[in-house]
T-cell receptor
Framework: KAGVTQTPRYLIKTRGQQVTLSCSPI?????VSWYQQTPGQGLQFLFE???????NKGNFPGRFSGRQFSNSRSEMNVSTLELGDSALYLC?????????????FGQGTRLTVV | DAKTTQPNSMESNEEEPVHLPCNHS???????IHWYRQLPSQGPEYVIH???SNVNNRMASLAIAEDRKSSTLILHRATLRDAAVYYC???????????????FGKGTLLTVNP
């Protein structure tokens, strides 16, 4: 069974640009959630999508957005990048939603904003 | 708001038991306690979760205090492959269907000595 795939693995962007990250969940999983990990703030929850609808949202500005497609693949977009957006972005998939079953994480996308 | 507190680091010897504590004194009655671990250059992986009763699985045991204000992840026989950052996470159910809030601890870096 293939795991959660995140692309790209590494990305360098310039301040002010926008970026789109992709996450392909485990086959059959309908929930995809996104996280930001930084040395200073640790792991923080961004949002969760379930069956193409955003179901939960963390405390991040509107520059961070996402969507989920009918095949459950999800994308996360960050607009007007700031230096502080440099982080490891992780996605996780689960069958019915976080907490009810275990979540499977991808290896993450390392975003560097210069 | 719920909060989780974990020691920054702990050390253990191979083949010995390890007790990783987590304080969550502001936990609410319906908050689940989850543990995930993150190996270097990997996304987090599920370890165990529980609500009120102690839980066991093939990886570990979770001991939850009677007042639920703290919990302990127990690795019965540490191996070198258990060296990782262990995260204690609270999943709080919010009103309105499947809404929830996640609170991440800062994580405990476990070092296992051969």
């Amino acid at each position: 069974k293939a795991g959660v795939t995140q692309t790209p693995r590494y990305l360098i962007k310039t301040r002010g640009q926008q970026v789109t990250l992709s996450c392909s969940p485990i086959s059959g999983h309908r929930s995809v959630s996104w996280y930001q990990q930084t040395p200073g703030q640790g792991l923080q929850f961004l949002f969760e999508y379930f069956s193409e609808t955003q179901r939960n949202k963390g405390n991040f500005p509107g520059r961070f957005s996402g969507r989920q497609f009918s095949n459950s693949r999800s994308e996360m977009n960050v607009s007007t990048l700031e230096l502080g957006d440099s982080a490891l972005y992780l996605c996780a998939s689960s069958g019915t939603g976080w907490g009810d079953t275990e979540a499977f994480f991808g290896q993450g996308t390392r975003l560097t904003v210069v | 708001d719920a909060k989780t507190t974990q020691p920054n680091s702990m050390e253990s010897n191979e083949e010995e038991p390890v007790h990783l504590p987590c304080n969550h004194s502001t936990i609410s009655g319906t908050d689940y306690i989850h543990w995930y671990r993150q190996l270097p250059s990997q996304g987090p992986e599920y370890v165990i979760h529980g609500l009120t009763s102690n839980v066991n699985n093939r990886m570990a045991s979770l001991a939850i205090a009677e007042d639920r204000k703290s919990s302990t992840l127990i690795l019965h026989r540490a191996t070198l492959r258990d060296a990782a950052v262990y995260y204690c996470i609270l999943r709080a159910h919010m009103s309105g269907g499947s809404n929830y809030k996640l609170t991440f601890g800062k994580g405990t870096l476990l070092t296992v000595n051969p």
